[in-house]
Structures are given as structure tokens and as C-alpha cells.
């Protein structure tokens, strides 16, 4: 696997990678779908341009035989860092990959950025996917978000309960 910064001519499989981990019906080939929570799109073209294009806002992207399998978004937001979207392809989700890409960015985040911690939000509903992290070291900080109801970029939710738990994690010292 080659693990490497994305550019502005990966956007386009960087969606594809994205909505086949979460939506639709690809998505359910995976554990990690919302497709029972969620319809919609879940990123489009413009947003992972405007990630890639964002200062100390990264996708790392995880490749095989030259195919994108797995990205992720992290951010640098000063003492911490913001990781989302980590999305890993179907057919190669529960091999190892998700978890190699995650240590990989943490390394990132812990030594080119010195956070002192990492934090993200997932549904609630999606106890499967928190308790994944859990067992990689993040916490549940009893922290809720709310659900960006109305906001399409979002996805068109099939239920009117989505809330974000917020997790994170703290680094080691350097």
C-alpha cells in the first residue's frame, strides 16, 4: 500500500471512494454504511476541492496497484487536530486498512503538527463505527452535536433523532 497526500486529480475517486463507503447500495457491501440512516450524497466534487484547497486541511489518501481504497480528511485547528470522512472501499474494509490509515495520520497530526489531541463526530446511531474507534483509543466525551437537518450537503436523513457524539483522543508527547 502507498500512503500520500491527495491532489485536486484525485477529487473525482475521492467521492467515488467516499459515497461507496457510506451510501447507496455499494455502501452495503461494507459495515460502515449510513445508508439505513442517511440518503443523499454524502460529499460531492466541490467540498473535497475546497478541503484539498484549505490551508492546514489535508486528504490522505491510501492506495493499491495505483487504485484509491481508503482517504481521510484531517485538519489542523491548532492544539487539535479534526479527523472525518475516513472512508475505506467495501471490498477492502475488515483487512486492516481503515486501522493503518488511522495510525499513519496520527502520526502525522502528532509529529509534523505537535496537536495534543484529535477529535471527531459520528451518529450516535452508528454504535458499530464507535465503538471501532473506542477499541483505537478514542473516548466518547458525552459531548452531542447536532444533526445538520436541512442542509443537503449532508445527505436527506430517514429519521429525525441523528446526533453527533464528539470523540477524541489524546497524543503521546514527541
Request: hydrophobic fraction near 35%.
Amino acid at each position: 500500500m502507498n500512503i500520500r497526500t491527495a491532489s485536486m486529480e484525485d477529487v473525482d475517486n475521492i467521492v467515488s471512494l467516499v459515497e461507496s463507503a457510506y451510501r447507496g447500495e455499494k455502501s452495503q457491501q461494507g459495515w460502515t454504511t449510513e445508508a439505513n440512516l442517511l440518503d443523499g450524497q454524502r460529499t460531492q466534487r466541490s467540498e473535497i476541492e475546497l478541503l484539498l484547497s484549505q490551508e492546514n486541511s489535508d486528504i490522505i489518501v491510501c492506495e493499491l496497484e495505483h487504485k484509491i481504497i481508503a482517504s481521510v480528511h484531517i485538519c489542523n485547528k491548532g492544539d487539535y487536530a479534526y479527523l472525518g470522512m475516513l472512508a475505506v472501499s467495501p471490498q477492502k474494509q475488515g483487512k486492516g486498512v481503515g486501522k493503518t490509515l488511522l495510525n499513519y495520520i496520527e502520526n502525522i497530526m502528532q509529529k509534523k503538527w505537535h496537536v495534543q489531541y484529535i477529535e471527531m463526530t459520528v451518529i450516535t446511531q452508528r454504535v458499530e463505527l464507535i465503538n471501532w474507534y473506542i477499541k483505537h483509543g478514542y473516548e466518547l466525551t458525552g459531548e452531542k452535536r447536532p444533526f445538520p437537518y436541512g442542509d443537503s450537503r449532508f445527505g436527506t436523513p430517514k429519521r429525525d433523532d441523528l446526533v453527533f457524539d464528539v470523540l477524541k483522543k489524546r497524543l503521546k508527547a514527541v
